[in-house]
C-alpha cells in the first residue's frame, strides 16, 4: 500500500482515529457550514455531516435523494462497530468534498472517479438510522433498544412487499444532483461490505422548482404540491416537541437528540388518477391543483381555516389536507416533519409506470404522531389510487461530534 | 366504495349553501339521503356573473341549452339526469350480482367438499372457478366492505404478511393450495369462505348503491382488475390474474349494458367504449385460442399476449373513464370563498 493511499484513508477515518471533537458543536451543520454558497434549491453547497443532531433531517430535501436500507451481515459487535465507524467517516469525507488524493497507477483508485478529481460537496447529507432489528440478539444490543422503536406495523391499506420492508440500517442520501448521490451510494457501500448488505433501495428525486415563489413547495406525481403544511424547522421548541428525544426522560440516554423516521415507499396508480376530474381530484385533496392553495382560498400557504369549515363546505371533511393535519390545539403535538421525494422505478408486469412517493417523516413517537395521523388517513378518498408497498421505522440517532466520532457511538459505548 | 364517499359532503354543500337553483337541486333536496353525482368543475364566476341586462347567469344560460337535443337529436352530457333513471339500470345489476354470488357460494361448497376428501386438483379448479365468479359480481373498491376483506383480503395488509393468523379467504386457501404450505389450514379456511359466501348475497341485496357509485363502478371494476388481478399482484401462487380479469371484463359488460340506455343519444362517451370493450374481447378471445380453449396462468402468456392485453385494456379504461362524468345527476356547486 502507498503512503498516498494511507493518508487518504487516514483522512477519511478508516485508519487512525482523529482528535475528539469538542463540546461546543452546532446545533445543526447547516449552520457552520464554512463559506456555503447557496445553490439554487436554496440548499447550502456544503452541508457539515457533523452537529448535535444528524444532516438530512432538519435540511431541506435536496434534489436527489436515495434511500438505502442494509441488513447487518458483520460477525460481531466489533466488526459492526467498524462498519458504522466507516460509513460516518467517509460519509463526513463527501459531505466536506475535496480532491482526490494521488496514486500509484497499478493500484485500484481511491474513488470511482465519477465526480472527476475534485469532489464537490453538492449539498451532501448522510443520515444513518437502525432498525428495531439491529436490536436482536446478534450483537447485544436488545436492552438498549430505544423505546419506542418496533418494526412498522402494516396498516389496513398497506399492501407491504417484504423485499421492501423493514431493515437492519438506514442509509438516507440527498444531494443538489443525482450523480453525487449515485456517487456517494458507491463510495460508501466500499469500506462496509464485510459489514452490511443491500436490503432494499429507492431513488427519489424532488419537483423542479417552478415558483411561483422560491418557498413554493414542491410537486408530487399527482400534479399536487407536497409539504406545504410542515412545521417551521426553525423554530427550535417545535422541533424539541416534535422531533428530538430529550435528554433524561424515559429513553435510553444515548438516544437523546436524535429521532424517529419513517419511510414509507407509497405507490401511485398515476393511470388511474389521471382518469379522475379534476373537481375529484381537488376534493381528495383539499387544495387547488394548479396553485396549492386550499380550496376556496388564493395562495398555497394561506390558512385553510377548517375551524370556520366544520361541515365540509369549502374542504371535504375526508379530504386528505384535513385528516392529516386538522390544525386543532389538540393536533399541533402530534405533527410529524415530512421528507417527501417523488420516485421512478420504470415499470410493472402489467406495463402500468412505477411511480410514487417516498415518504419520509421524523417525530418523536411514531405511536403518539405519525400514527395517530395513519389512522385519520385510513380509509381516505386518495386510498384507491395509492398503495404502500414498503418502508420501516428506524431511529436516527444524534450526530457525531466531529472526526474520530461517529453516528451511532453513544449505542455501543460502555 | 371509498371513492364515492366523496360525494356526500358535496351533497351537504348544495343543501347547506342552498345556491344554484333549477330542476336539479330540488331534486337533490328531495332526496338528501341519495348523494349526488360527483361534479366537473365550474367557476364561481359561470354562477355568479349575471348576463347583462338579465337576472340569469352563464350557468344558468348554458346548463338550460345542455339539454336540449342538437338537430342529430343528441343532447349533451351537460344536461343532468334525474336519479330515478338509474333505478332501473341499478336493479338489473344487483339482480345479476346476486346469480353471480349464487354461483360463487356454491363454487366454495365445492372447494370445501373437495379439500375435506383430499382432491387438491379439483380443490385447485373449484378455488379458480370461485375467485373468478367473485370478480363477476362487479363490486369494486371495497364496495362489500368488511366482507369483501373477509373474503379476499391480502397478506400485505397484515402484520406478518403470509405468517399472520389473520391471513384468511380466499388468497389463503390459494397459498395453501398451490404451495402445499399450511394445508392444515384448508378445512377451516374452507369453512369460513362457506359462511361469507352466504352471507355474500344478502349483503348484494341490501347494500346501497347510489347512482354515483354505479357509474363510477363502470371503470373501477377493471381499473381495479388492472392494479391487482392482470399485474399478477392479487394471486400469485395461482397466476389467475388473467382469468379473473375476464370476469371483471364480464362485469364491466353487464354494468354498461345497463348503462346504455342511458348513454344513448348522450353525448360521446359511449362509442369509444363499446370499441374499446370489442377490442379488449377480441384479445382475450385471441388467447384462449391461442392456448387451447381456456385462459392461461399469466405466468404461460408471451410478450406479444401481455402487451396487447395491457393496451387494449388501458385504452378501454380512458374511454369507460368518460361514462360517470357525462351521467351526471347535477352540475356541481361553487366552492365558497376563504375569508
Known amino acids: ?414 | 366504495m371509498i371513492r364515492r364517499r366523496l360525494a356526500i359532503p358535496l351533497a351537504l354543500v348544495s343543501l347547506l349553501a342552498g345556491c344554484g337553483g333549477g330542476a336539479t337541486d330540488r331534486h337533490a333536496a328531495a332526496r338528501p339521503d341519495l348523494p349526488a353525482i360527483a361534479p366537473g368543475a365550474v367557476t364561481e364566476t359561470s354562477r355568479s356573473l349575471r348576463i347583462a341586462g338579465t337576472d340569469r347567469s352563464a350557468q344558468d344560460v348554458a346548463t338550460a341549452a345542455a339539454a336540449a337535443p342538437d338537430a342529430a337529436g343528441v343532447r349533451s352530457e351537460l344536461a343532468p339526469l334525474p336519479r330515478a333513471a338509474f333505478r332501473p339500470p341499478i336493479a338489473r345489476w344487483r339482480a345479476g350480482s346476486r346469480r353471480e354470488a349464487a354461483a360463487f357460494a356454491a363454487a366454495v361448497a365445492r372447494l370445501r367438499a373437495d379439500v375435506a376428501a383430499g382432491a387438491v386438483a379439483a380443490a385447485r379448479r373449484d378455488w379458480l372457478a370461485a375467485d373468478v365468479r367473485l370478480a363477476r359480481i362487479g363490486a369494486a373498491y371495497g364496495a362489500l366492505g368488511p366482507l369483501g376483506v373477509a373474503l379476499a383480503g391480502r397478506p400485505g395488509r397484515l402484520t406478518g404478511g403470509v405468517s399472520s393468523r389473520r391471513f384468511t379467504g380466499m388468497h389463503a386457501v390459494e397459498r395453501a393450495l398451490w404451495t402445499a404450505r399450511d394445508r392444515a389450514r384448508l378445512p377451516v379456511l374452507t369453512a369460513g369462505l362457506v359462511r361469507d359466501g352466504a352471507r355474500l348475497r344478502r349483503r348484494i341485496a341490501a347494500m346501497a348503491v347510489s347512482p354515483l357509485d354505479y357509474t363510477l363502478r363502470a371503470h373501477e371494476i377493471l381499473e381495479d382488475a388492472q392494479r391487482d388481478d392482470l399485474s399478477g399482484e392479487a394471486a400469485p401462487w395461482s397466476g389467475a390474474g388473467l382469468r379473473v380479469t375476464a370476469g371483471a371484463y364480464a362485469a364491466t359488460r353487464r354494468v354498461v349494458g345497463t348503462l346504455r340506455p342511458l348513454l344513448e343519444g348522450r353525448g360521446d362517451a359511449l362509442e369509444p367504449v363499446e370499441s374499446g370493450l370489442r377490442s379488449f374481447g377480441a384479445e382475450l378471445a385471441a388467447v384462449r385460442r391461442a392456448h387451447g380453449g381456456a385462459l392461461p396462468s399469466q405466468r404461460a402468456l408471451g410478450r406479444r399476449e401481455r402487451e396487447r392485453l395491457d393496451g387494449r385494456l388501458g385504452q378501454l379504461l380512458e374511454a369507460l373513464a368518460a361514462i360517470p362524468p357525462s351521467l351526471e345527476t347535477r352540475l356541481p356547486s361553487a366552492i365558497p370563498s376563504l375569508p
Do not use: K
Not at chain 1, 12 to 17: D, K, N, P, S
Not at chain 1, 44 to 57: C, K
Not at chain 1, 148 to 164: S, V
Open chain 1, 1 to 414: 500500500m502507498s503512503l498516498s493511499r494511507r493518508r487518504f484513508l487516514a483522512s477519511a477515518g478508516l485508519l487512525g482515529a482523529g482528535a475528539l471533537a469538542g463540546e461546543a458543536l452546532p446545533a445543526q451543520g447547516e449552520a457552520t457550514a464554512p463559506s456555503a454558497p447557496r445553490s439554487v434549491s436554496g440548499r447550502p453547497a456544503r452541508i457539515t455531516f457533523d452537529g448535535r443532531h444528524q444532516a438530512g433531517i432538519l435540511t431541506a430535501p435536496g434534489e436527489a435523494a436515495t434511500i438505502v436500507a442494509l441488513d447487518a451481515i458483520a460477525p460481531g459487535r466489533a466488526e459492526l462497530i467498524a462498519g458504522l465507524r466507516a460509513l460516518s467517516a467517509r460519509a463526513r469525507d463527501l459531505a466536506h468534498g475535496g480532491a482526490m488524493p494521488e496514486q500509484e497507477p497499478d493500484e485500484p483508485p481511491a474513488d470511482s472517479g465519477t465526480l472527476g478529481p475534485v469532489i464537490a460537496p453538492d449539498g451532501l447529507t448522510a443520515t444513518i438510522a437502525f432498525g428495531a432489528s439491529l436490536f436482536d440478539h446478534r450483537y447485544g444490543l436488545g436492552a438498549r433498544r430505544p423505546r419506542r422503536l418496533t418494526a412498522m406495523p402494516a396498516f389496513p391499506d398497506d399492501d407491504l412487499d417484504p423485499a421492501r420492508t423493514h431493515g437492519d440500517v438506514l442509509l438516507a442520501l440527498s444531494a443538489n444532483r443525482r450523480d453525487t448521490v449515485v456517487h456517494a451510494l458507491r463510495e460508501l457501500l466500499r469500506p462496509v461490505r464485510g459489514a452490511f448488505a443491500l436490503r432494499w433501495s429507492l431513488d427519489g428525486f424532488l419537483g423542479g422548482d417552478r415558483g411561483p415563489t422560491p418557498h413554493s413547495s414542491r410537486r408530487n406525481l399527482f400534479g399536487f404540491r407536497d409539504g406545504t403544511g410542515n412545521p417551521h424547522t426553525g423554530d427550535a421548541a417545535a422541533m424539541d416537541e416534535l422531533l428530538w428525544v430529550p435528554r433524561g426522560g424515559d429513553e435510553p440516554a444515548w438516544a437523546a437528540g436524535g429521532t424517529y423516521q419513517v419511510v414509507r415507499a407509497i405507490r401511485m396508480h398515476v393511470e388511474f388518477w389521471d382518469r379522475v376530474g379534476l373537481r375529484e381530484q381537488e376534493g381528495m385533496i383539499g387544495r387547488r391543483r394548479d396553485s396549492g392553495a386550499p380550496l376556496g382560498g388564493r395562495t398555497e400557504f394561506q390558512d385553510p381555516r377548517l375551524d370556520l369549515d366544520p361541515h365540509g363546505r369549502r374542504i371535504p371533511l375526508d379530504a386528505h389536507i384535513r385528516l392529516a393535519n386538522p390544525r386543532t390545539p389538540e393536533t399541533a403535538s402530534r405533527r410529524i416533519l415530512r421528507r417527501g421525494w417523488n420516485y421512478d422505478r420504470g415499470f410493472d408486469a402489467d406495463g402500468q409506470l412505477d411511480q410514487g412517493l417516498l415518504f419520509v417523516a421524523f417525530n418523536r413517537d411514531p405511536r403518539r404522531q405519525f400514527e395517530v395521523i395513519q389512522h385519520r388517513l385510513a380509509g381516505e378518498p386518495m386510498t384507491d389510487y395509492v398503495t404502500p408497498v414498503g418502508g420501516g421505522y428506524f431511529f436516527a440517532p444524534r450526530g457525531a461530534r466531529g472526526p474520530g466520532d461517529w453516528v451511532g457511538s453513544p449505542l455501543f459505548a460502555t
